[in-house]
């Protein structure tokens, strides 16, 4: 996140509600930073992302590790990682 960070003349914070096990608690936070429109990147783990997903009413029919979730608000894009 540091070099994307850099990139983007942005900062990295570490917030605990995208830690394992707060699927809830992150579904709060990226539904009130898409209300805000701005561009935000965000990493959690494999247990929360789809938890997140569907109560966006999203899908996630893959989320394997190291993969991007792009969201809009209205829609969700997924990309595979890296090879």
Known sequence: MV????ARGG???IDERLGEGNGR???ELVRD???????????S???????VLEALGFAPHRCAKGSTWILDGTAATYLPPLA
Not at 3 to 6: E, R
Not at 33 to 43: F, I, R
Not at 45 to 51: A, K, L, S
């Open 3 to 6: 070099p994307l960070a850099i």
């Open 11 to 13: 900062t990295v914070a």
């Open 25 to 27: 608690l992150a579904t």
């Open 33 to 43: 930073l898409l209300a805000t429109g701005a561009d935000v990147a965000l990493c």
């Open 45 to 51: 783990h494999g247990d929360v992302i789809p938890e």
